[in-house]
């Protein structure tokens, strides 16, 4: 089945190893909306994952060797490349994840900012000399690029979980071998084939699709990998983790949320159920910091679920890529299933269906946003991501019961709350242990700031120039003798 593409040859049923595409299509990909095959990829294993990586390694001296400017150059001709080709990046993109077409053309434009941002920060990692403890001896520190990335990737954010990883890579002078979601692989290749035409040298950035485990062995084994990047569940993250340490290599991670999302009495009431709705309904609640949890305070609790309601209530539910649809598929049944499990057991424990609670009538892989009351911690919503169209409602007295509240997890990747009352917002913000808080707004990702977490939500950060860290070694000269 083919896509109405405008440049057909961006759909890609091959990897991209050394330049080449290499493999023949055994593993479908199929459109949740629809549930039609729209590909078939290649079922790699541990053998070509460490064929891929060889070649990586191989072009690894190569590319590091190149002068700042000239892989700056080549990383925003990429750039220039995917912002060009970024209608048919949306369909593939929504024809494999099913967000609707306007989130894919915004995930997009957000994943090309990060490879525009890094072929400028290319240019701009430098080292220092410190002052010598000997009068005979300078002291020089060098960042020198980390080595062999090994990136693994997930299914909601099929191209900006990538280029967030390979932008700074290669602006640093490391090669990568990608791993995506085995339910997104087109948009990965579409950007391999993209970064082919940018004239990136062959084994700079390589895909890889296949069996999880046998190529997550290679990337957190192979010696020449230095760095396992990781965005995905923690679970995973952890697993992944105790995999590289047979190795030392250096793991960062991007694992999963649990968001609270806090209304406080003198908020913007308004402003706040928009931001409850871009942080609950993005992505169909697939994105790792939606809002997993609602606090709204006493005072204004029941003017927000009234409307916070009425918004929901104006979500259109449908195939994302037909006009005014707002909200698509979720990615598979086991995603459904597991709203699912999060709604009973909320209902068994006191909660409230205000809106929605079932599966859509277009049937599959399609749910109805979700608005519930008389949420508790005692609920399972409370403690895992739900990771769907689900905006569970708390009632909350005091800003210290709050606090503690929204801090009783093990994640802590972002948080949100609304107020005008600017000791609050110092307060509450330093108090919260997340690594991102949203004040006065639910959506809070750029590429210009160090996104990623605390706790068991991971180590890493993306973004910004603190971004360029997870790439780059530090080593220092000290050059003695000066005195002769
Ligand atoms: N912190 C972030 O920036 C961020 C961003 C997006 C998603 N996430 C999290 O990811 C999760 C949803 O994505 P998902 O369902 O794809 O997560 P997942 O952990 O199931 O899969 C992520 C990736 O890991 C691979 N994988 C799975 N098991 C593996 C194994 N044993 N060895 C090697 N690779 C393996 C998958 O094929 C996929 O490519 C959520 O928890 C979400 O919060 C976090
Ligand atoms: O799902 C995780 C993504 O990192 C969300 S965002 O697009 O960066 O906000």
């Known amino acids: 089945m083919s896509l109405d593409l405008i440049d057909p040859t961006l759909l890609k049923e091959q990897c991209y190893v050394d330049g080449a595409w290499v493999g023949t299509g055994e593993s479908e990909v199929t459109n949740p909306a629809t549930g039609a095959v729209i590909a078939r990829v290649p079922r790699f294993g541990a053998d070509e994952a460490t064929a891929a990586v060889d070649a990586a390694a191989a072009a690894f001296k190569p590319w590091g060797a190149r002068t700042a400017k000239e892989r700056s150059k080549l990383i925003r ?53 410190l002052p010598s403890h000997r009068a005979d001896a300078r002291i020089l ?23 967030r990883k390979a932008a700074p890579a290669l602006a640093a002078g490391c090669t990568i071998v990608v791993k995506p979601a085995g339910e997104t692989p087109l948009t990965a290749l579409a950007l391999a084939e993209l970064a082919d035409r940018a004239g990136i040298p062959k084994g700079v950035f390589n895909v890889v699709t296949g069996d999880s485990k046998a190529i997550g062995g290679v990337l957190t084994s192979h010696s020449a990998i230095r760095l396992v990047n990781f965005t995905g ?24 949320g649990n968001a609270p999302f806090i209304v406080f009495d003198d908020a913007d009431l308004d402003a706040a159920v928009e931001g409850a709705m871009v942080s609950k309904f993005r992505n169909m609640g697939q994105t790792c910091v939606c809002a997993n949890r609602i606090y709204a305070q006493a005072g204004i609790h029941d003017a927000f679920v009234e409307k916070l309601t009425a918004a929901v209530a104006k979500l259109k539910v449908g195939n994302g890529v037909e006009a ?73 007295e005091t800003e210290e019961e709050v606090i503690r509240a929204a801090n009783d997890t093990e994640f802590g990747l972002a948080a949100y709350f609304y107020s005008r009352d600017v000791g609050r917002i110092f307060r509450v913000g330093e108090g919260l242990e997340y690594g991102m808080v949203g004040i006065n707004s639910g959506l809070i990702s750029t590429e210009l700031a160090p996104f990623g977490g605390v706790k068991e939500s991971g180590n890493g950060r993306e973004g910004s120039h603190h971004g360029i860290e997870e790439f780059v070694e530090k080593k220092y000269l000290l050059v003695a003798g000066l005195d002769r």
Do not use: C
Request: aromatic share 8%; no cysteine.
């Open 77 to 129: 001709q990429w750039y220039e490349r995917i912002m060009a080709h970024r209608d048919d990046l949306a369909l593939i993109l929504t024809s494999e994840q099913g967000k609707p077409l306007a989130e894919a053309k915004g995930e997009i434009d957000y994943a090309a900012s990060y490879i525009e941002f890094y072929a400028e920060e290319a240019k701009r990692i430098a080292g220092e000399t």
């Open 141 to 163: 520190v060098l960042r020198q690029p980390t080595g062999v990335v090994g990136a693994i990737t997930p299914w909601n954010f099929p191209a900006a979980m990538i280029t």
């Open 233 to 256: 569940s923690t679970d995973v993250g952890k697993l992944l983790m105790r995999q590289a340490a047979g190795t030392v290599k250096k793991v960062a991670l991007e694992l999963g």
């Open 324 to 396: 005014g649809v707002t909200q698509g598929p979720l990615i598979n049944d086991k995603a459904i299933a597991k709203v699912e499990e999060h709604l009973a057991d909320a209902r068994a424990k006191g909660a409230s269906i205000v809106l929605g609670g079932h599966r859509h009538a277009l049937g599959g892989a399609y749910f109805e946003p979700t608005v519930l009351t008389g949420a508790t911690a005692a609920m399972q919503l409370a403690r895992e991501e739900t990771f769907g169209p689900l905006a569970p409602v708390f009632r909350f």
